[in-house]
C-alpha cells in the first residue's frame, strides 16, 4: 500500500478523531473543514488530546510533537489534491456527500482511494456521483465507519458499495489496521450492521421512557449494570446526537420500507426542541454544569 498522506474533510468529532488517529500513527494528514472556526476548535482539541496521551505516559512528548506537526489545517478543499487516500466525514447529507466526491473526483490522482464516513447513507448513491463526473470512479469509493470517540473505538466497518472494486477493499482493509482499528466488512444496506442494529434498540430506549418503564437515568443503569453497556442507550444517544440518531432512524424506515423502525416521537420533539445531546448541552440529560 502506497499510502502517506490521508486527507480527512470535516473537522468534526468523527473527522478530527480520524485525523488524530492518523497522525499518531505516522501518516501526513490534510484535515479541511470550510467553517475556520470549526478547523481552530478541531487544532485545539487535537493539542488538548495529544497533551492528555503524554501526561497519562501512554506516548512519549516526542511522539505527541511529531504528530502534531504531521497535520495540516485548511478550510480549501483543493488542499485535498496532495492526498493518496481521503476520508470524508462531513455532515450526514446526502447531497452534501455527492458535491464533495463529484469535487474530489476532480481534484484528486485516479488512484487515490475515496472513503466515507457515514453511518447510514447509501455508499453507492455517493459513488453515483463520482461516475457523472469521471467514468469508472465508483470502484474507488467506499465505506469507513469509524465510531465515537475515534481515538478509542477499535472498529471500523468497512463497506463495499454495488461497484467498489476488490483493491479498493483490501486497501482500506489494510489501512484501517495501520491505523490501529479492527476493520470488519458489512454490504451496503440502510444502516449496515453497526447502525441497523444499534438505533432500534436506542429508539425502543426512547419508547420505554416515553411510555413510563423507568425514568432515564434508571433506564441506562439497568442496561448499564444488566447488560454491561459501557454508557446507557439514552446517555448514548446525547453522546451519538438526538439529530443523528433520528436520521438514522428515517434512513431505516425509508430504506426497509418497514414503519417498525419509525423513530419515536419523544425523540423527535426533544430534536425539533434543539435539545440535541452533548452539542448543544441538553438532550436527554442536562450538560449545561458540565461543560
Ligand atoms: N477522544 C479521545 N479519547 C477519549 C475520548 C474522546 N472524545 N473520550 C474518552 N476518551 C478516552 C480517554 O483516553 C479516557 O481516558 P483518560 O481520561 O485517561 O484520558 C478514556 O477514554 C476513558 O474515558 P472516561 O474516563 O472519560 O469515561 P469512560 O470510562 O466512561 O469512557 C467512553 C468513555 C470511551 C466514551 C465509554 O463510555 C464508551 O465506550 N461508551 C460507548 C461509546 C460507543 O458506544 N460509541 C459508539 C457510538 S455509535 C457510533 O459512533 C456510530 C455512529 O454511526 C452513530
Known sequence: MNVKTVGVVGAGQMGGGIALVAALNKFNVIVCDKSV?????CEAD????????????RIPAADAEAASKRIRYVHVMDFIKDSDFVVEAAVENLQVKKDIFASLVKMVREDVILATNTSSISITEIAAATELVR??????????????????????????????AEGTTATTLELA?????????ANDRPGFVSNRVLM???????????????????????MKLGCNFPMGPLRLADFIGLDTCEHIMNVL?????????????????????????????RGVFDYSQTK
Open 37 to 41: 472556526e470549526q478547523q481552530h476548535k
Open 200 to 222: 432500534p434498540l436506542i429508539n425502543e430506549a426512547f419508547y420505554a421512557w416515553m411510555e413510563g418503564v423507568a425514568e432515564p437515568a434508571h433506564l441506562d443503569e439497568i
Open 177 to 185: 489496521k495501520l491505523l490501529g482499528k479492527t476493520p470488519i466488512p
Open 253 to 281: 424506515a425509508d430504506g426497509l420500507n418497514n414503519d417498525r423502525y419509525r423513530a419515536c416521537p419523544l425523540l423527535k420533539q426533544l430534536v425539533a426542541a434543539g435539545r440535541l445531546g452533548d452539542k448543544s448541552g
Open 46 to 57: 487535537h493539542k488538548k488530546r495529544l497533551a492528555r496521551e503524554v501526561e497519562k505516559q
Open 135 to 164: 467514468k469508472g470512479s465508483a470502484a474507488r469509493v467506499i465505506g469507513m465507519h469509524f465510531f465515537n470517540p475515534v481515538p478509542v473505538m477499535k472498529l471500523v466497518e468497512v463497506i463495499k458499495g454495488l461497484q467498489t
